[in-house]
């Protein structure tokens, strides 16, 4: 499968994992099962794949440096995995939010701001989901040390 054709089932993949979570409050259970397991697993195994294939012909390419970085990422397949990542990670982020969201028992819309943020800018919305989670939640107690830091 080519690289652009991989991407075109990715994008729509990831994003229903994302409406699982705009309509988690409906069902719940199921968005966590679409969102944090589901679609990640798939997007990860597209990923490995991909790496398995392709990480090391990218002439130059490594961690080393920005350089290194950049030649890595100029192999168009390596690049595919690099979105992948983002695409996983950043849902696996969004599932997160929403259940923590809801073990916190904050109301849905204040989760809901962070939800398009992560999607779009990934650290962003985790940044705002932490920052709305220490100003609106109460102190833990020891009965619930999960929810402590």
Known sequence: ?????????????????????????????????????LV????AVAYVGLLAAYWGRAEGGGFGSLDEVAA???????LL???????A?????????????????MPFWVVLPCLPLTFLFGPAGFLLFQSLRFALRPEPTAADPSLAA
């Not at 990640?40 to 997007?43: E, K, Q, V």
């Not at 969004?94 to 916190?104: C, D, E, P, S, T």
């Open 1 to 37: 499968m080519t690289p652009d054709a991989l991407f075109q089932i990715a994008n729509p993949l990831a994003l229903l994992g994302w409406v699982a979570l705009l309509l988690s409050p409906l069902w719940p259970r199921a968005a966590d099962r679409i969102a944090a397991v």
């Open 40 to 43: 990640p697993s798939l997007l």
């Open 72 to 78: 890595l990422f100029a192999q168009r397949h390596v």
């Open 89 to 105: 990670f950043d849902l696996v982020v969004g599932a997160m939010i929403v259940r923590q969201g809801r073990a916190l028992q």
């Open 81 to 87: 995995a690099g979105w992948l990542h983002y695409l």
